[in-house]
């Protein structure tokens, strides 16, 4: 790649905007890398030309997670006094690397983005002025008007994109929720909430965390990335799925109950409907095989009510609440297997499964309410915090690059 592939002139879909009588520019840039030793030369004189041009105060953070690529080297024979590097050898992860960048922010504004100069640091001075005329969140974002993204996105990349903004509909009607390139003022992070680290998708955190409304997009020009790879990976996209149900908790808890209660029920009600197919075609008399096949469907859906539904509780003594769900699922069972078997005698004309349906669909209510109140009552309803952005410098929860949260 040459040189003037990476020249500011090239990545032009913001104006260069003339040094104007700006109140905003001290800016904290933070910088999550990973192998990036190769782009660093160039963001870093992108930025440095931006310094002088527009006669900002702007730091750079890098956070780095122990590449060893020559990262290290390479900032410590520049020694430029507005540049840091943070190296973090313990704890890794992309959206953790952010939030310890954030931490170490000095300045009234922050900008986060990519090391891979597929985010202009040209349009720093635009998202600058947003703020300052009073928007709180800024986006650099690729799907506004006048936005461009670069022709080789394939179909993949571009449908991932497209779906993941789409999921992201119950917190955001922003047209790039997914964004790494955005700016906001240091000082929202004092009202975050328990931000928790999970995946790639800090831009989104903050905006439910901070409870952001006035956010701005600001077109930009998404380069490909030219030198290094994507870190991007399958785990990553399966990372932001468990971000997403976090943040419905955090945002909706009744109605996540609810959802989640419902999943289960769904699948539970999966398990009954083949237990009881196979056992009446192994001729199993009805009442027997409907509860043997409604006792299945309730046992089977008590791991995933503790992990997922009521996941507040799944700190809470294991053999107390099993004792207590079998306890209290017992009634539940019997009425089930009593209304599908008096079902299945006065309803001649349908087909087992569907009597096993109204059974299950009737006991619904009764086994949520027993669930929620008693088996996994909200007396363990305790939010613990990640990472507080308020206080000092909490480390979160170790994550590494591409493995399971923990
Ligand atoms: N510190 C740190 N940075 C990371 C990690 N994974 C990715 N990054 C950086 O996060 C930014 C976005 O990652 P990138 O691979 O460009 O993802 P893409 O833009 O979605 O393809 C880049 O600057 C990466 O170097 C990580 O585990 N730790
Ligand atoms: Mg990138």
Not at 38 to 48: A, F, G, K, S, W
Request: proline share 6%; glycine share 6%.
């Amino acid at each position: 790649m040459s040189k003037s592939d990476l020249n500011p002139a090239r990545h032009q879909p913001v104006q260069a905007r003339p040094a104007v009588a700006r109140q905003l520019r001290d800016v904290s840039v933070v910088v999550p890398t990973y192998h990036e030793a190769v782009n660093l030369p160039h963001l870093i004189q992108r930025l440095e030309a931006l310094r002088t041009e527009q006669q900002l105060d702007l730091e750079l953070i890098l956070v780095d997670d122990d590449s060893r690529d020559g990262t290290e080297e390479l900032v410590a024979a520049l020694a430029l006094d507005w540049v840091q590097l943070i190296i973090r050898r313990r704890h890794r992860g992309l959206s953790a690397a952010v939030l310890r960048g954030l931490q170490r922010a000095r300045k009234t504004v922050c900008v986060v983005m990519d090391a891979d100069l597929s985010h202009p640091p040209e349009a720093i001075p635009g998202m600058l002025d947003l703020l300052e005329a009073g928007q709180e969140f800024v986006i650099g974002s690729r799907y506004v008007s006048g936005a461009s993204t670069d022709e080789n996105w394939g179909l993949f990349r571009w449908l991932n994109s497209k779906v993941a903004t789409l999921l992201a509909w119950p917190f955001t009607r922003v047209r790039d929720p997914m964004a790494g390139f955005f700016a906001f003022r240091r000082a929202a992070l004092a009202g975050a909430d328990h931000l928790n680290p999970v995946g790639y998708k800090i831009g989104l955190e903050l905006i439910v965390k901070c409870g952001f409304t006035r956010i701005a997009e600001l077109p930009i020009h998404f380069a490909d990335r030219q030198l290094g790879q994507s870190k991007l990976s399958l785990k990553q996209q399966f990372r932001y799925i468990q971000h997403l149900r976090r943040l419905l908790i955090y945002k909706y808890p009744q109605q996540s109950f609810s959802l989640h209660f419902l999943g289960v029920a769904f699948v539970g009600l999966l398990v009954n409907l083949v237990a009881l197919t196979t056992l009446s075609l192994l001729s199993v008399p009805w009442s027997w095989a409907v509860a043997v096949a409604v006792s299945l469907a309730l046992g089977h859906d008590f791991v995933p009510h503790r992990r997922l539904t009521f996941s507040h509780a799944k700190t809470g003594r294991l053999s107390r609440q099993l004792a207590y769900y079998i306890m209290a699922s017992l009634p539940v069972a019997l009425l089930n297997v009593a209304l599908t078997v008096w079902l299945l005698h006065h309803w001649v004309l349908g087909p087992v499964q569907l009597a096993a349906c109204a059974g299950a669909l009737a006991v619904l209510p009764l086994h949520y309410l027993i669930c929620r109140y008693v088996v996994f009552p909200p007396l363990y309803l305790h939010l613990k915090p990640r990472v507080r952005m308020a206080g000092q410098t909490l480390e979160p929860a170790p994550i590494h690059p591409h493995s399971p949260t923990p």
